[in-house]
């Protein structure tokens, strides 16, 4: 359990990168009942708040946590099917769920402490019915679960939707202050058009975000355009499938893209025309490269998403698809793909999240009035550091302490 939050304390390290302004040498956050409530030079900080205890981290560089857009807990690294195509690798998912029944806790509880220990300190996770939301809950991380929900095996489009509505709202009750539940819709090839596009208004109209995923797949460009190929083979000739549109557009159609909404990967065949439609109804995205390129889905055009305004965060997926829950090892991935520099892929892996899932006023830079949530990474000043060099470090094991809302709940410094 995460040391409870205790009275103020200052947060010093050789270096402070709140990322929404530049680098600082010796920088401090004072953090009050959870909150930023001061940064700069440690040696004003300090002087101001003569009576706080100060825990300077002089070897250490201090970012903003991860935000973690797009990740699945219920998954474990040493028995994933075989990559290579999205469709027999999902096939060879569905036959293994009820197996996966006897340890999918466990590798919630493992997967969220492997995401701490890489300095996450938000975490959007989906998963079937909201069932990884205890883990969630339990981890200290600040997040959302989506909870995913399959219509046909429910009833009605009406009758599934209330259910899942219910069901988040029950998930919802009794949770740690920074935590809640909302709903997905898992998929253009899963979920009917009639609960997509009836789940996308009940949740708009309570004010949830929704999260979907689109596009991931050549299979699934194929299901909505033909209603053909390997993911009609497993779901069947769906009513729905043979749209004779891509999945962007099939999910315009439906109602499924709005600014509340968080699609995942948009991977495979997004094309000029679909990033007008993605900037045109402010969807946000959420970028999951390790896991595009581990299922042959291809490269997701982020960097013409960005220029045209689309909110872009970083996310893992989950275990069975990607090799670790580190978002700063998914981003460093993203930075050497897409050619970008350090300084953007860490603006990716922390305000990036935030504003995609519309919680940039609570976290994702260290700035006044901000949830204290940061990672310390063991960096060397005199290295003449850079943002890509935090970010190396970050990916390669040199997070030492993460902080939740003020709470230190990753500490291997010992102090
Ligand atoms: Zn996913």
Known sequence: MPE??????????????????????DGAVLVRAGRIAAVGDLADVGR???????RFFP???????????????GFRRKDAPEGGTFSGWLGRLIERLPEKEAWTAQAARDCAREA?????????????????????????????????????????????VEFIVAKA?????????????RVSVHSPYTVDPESSRLAARRTREMGWTLAIHLSESPEEVEFVRDGTGGLADIFGTNEWGGAGISPVRYAQGIELLAPETIAAHLATGVSEDDIE?????????????????????GVSPVPAMIASGIRV??????LWSSPSMNLFEETLFAVKLHGMSG??????????????????????????????????VETSPEDGDTALGVLEAAAGGGVAATVVGGNVIYNRLGR
Request: proline residues 7%; glycine residues 12%.
């Open 48 to 54: 101001e708040n003569p009576d706080v205890e100060v």
């Open 313 to 318: 965060g970083m996310g893992t997926d989950g």
């Open 116 to 160: 701490i220990e890489a300095g996450t300190t938000y975490m959007a996770e989906s998963s079937p019915y909201g069932e990884c939301l205890p883990q969630l809950a339990d981890s200290g991380m600040a997040g959302t679960v989506y909870a995913e929900f399959f219509a046909h095996e429910i009833g009605t489009p009406e009758e599934a």
């Open 169 to 181: 709202r029950e998930l919802g009750e009794d949770l740690p202050e920074r935590v809640d539940a």
């Open 343 to 376: 300084a953007a892929g860490l603006e990716l892996a922390t305000l990036g999240g935030a504003r995609s899932l519309g919680i940039e006023a609570e976290t994702g830079t260290l700035d006044v009035g901000k949830w204290a949530d940061l990672a310390l």
């Open 59 to 73: 070897n250490y560089t201090m970012i903003p946590g991860a935000v973690n857009a797009h990740a699945h807990l």
């Open 4 to 25: 409870s939050r205790a009275g103020p304390v200052i947060f010093a390290a050789g270096i402070l990168m709140p990322v929404s302004s530049p680098p600082l040498q």
């Open 277 to 297: 439609v993605l900037a045109q109804t402010g969807v946000a995205v959420a970028h999951c490269p390790r896991s595009n390129d581990f299922l042959g889905c």
